[in-house]
């Protein structure tokens, strides 16, 4: 796993072969933060050489934001919701798929959360992207209002529960001890619930 | 405001010049980020050399530590519940405060926070101590568990709730358009009972 071999390689076109590279790319990113995954470890890794990742990359700090880039697509994408069902476990799934994304890429989210925060405009952005397209989910999700009603004081109570959500599997990641998978997604789940119902008016 | 006047500054020993100087280190740092405050805005500010102030903090580096520390303590100091009083009522007062303070030195908390989640490690050691003095209130304050007792899962949901209420203060401080003050403060109040309602068990 994780190489591309010379078989493949040859009938994958430029941006097969870039797409995969950033596959790759992102998987390592599960153990590694963002400042440990180099080009020389991506390129021993794909076996293939550095000359070669740089005419696809051009520099380490293009790589690096077109795989967070990668990574907050994959995130947004693994954690779409069922087509159909009810809002409410419609957005369980969601949220526990969530959370066993930031479970299993814990380095490279960590270095995403801490990169935006750190004042890297690119990664900032994607950051706020990936975080827009979970939390405008919550009201795309649930268009008749079944859970919540959108209003401003209810779009800055949802940011506020992804940043709870985010800081809960963070934290338990670090130090699990007292509380299972199982309560964490159940806290996750009926916190927007309970939180709903302190909005105002 | 703002300036060490001659008069005051024969009179006070090197401490006592020292921490009136990180004062209006914070005092600037409401409007101006870690970034922006230079030892030369601080020796313009305070009416004294550039040298006197490399005498007291050594470099850019140990000032802007200290001014953080500084700015921590002053929240910590700030947000501290009254004496008496129910301990909600009592919690609700501390949060008030705590809006209030980010409110008010808006950019000089976001240096914090940018700070401490980009990777400089004397800022998040004081983050840490400045979330743990806040949340570790909550217990210490509510010892007889009338509004949550001490559990691991109820002490990650009141770190989920601390960073969810410091989403919601940034957001709302950025973009206050259909939320008013009360409405905000009446979210981050209602919401930790809420949330104390989802612990399993």
Redesign the interface.
Known sequence: MGCVTATTRVRLSPEERRSQLLDLGVRLLATRSLDELSIDVLAEEAGISRGLLYHYFGNKHVFHEAVVRRAADDLIAQTAPPASGEPLERLLTSVTAYVDYVVTNYEGYLSL???????NDTLREIYDEARSALTDRVFREDAQGTIITD???AR??V??????????VI??RADP???SRE??L??IA??LP??V?????
């Open positions: 959360v801490k990169g935006a925060a750190g004042g209003t401003p004081a800055l109570v940011r506020g529960w992804a940043a709870m959500t985010e800081e809960l934290t338990w001890s007292g509380v309560e964490l159940e806290i009926a916190s309970a939180l119902g302190v909005i105002p008016g």
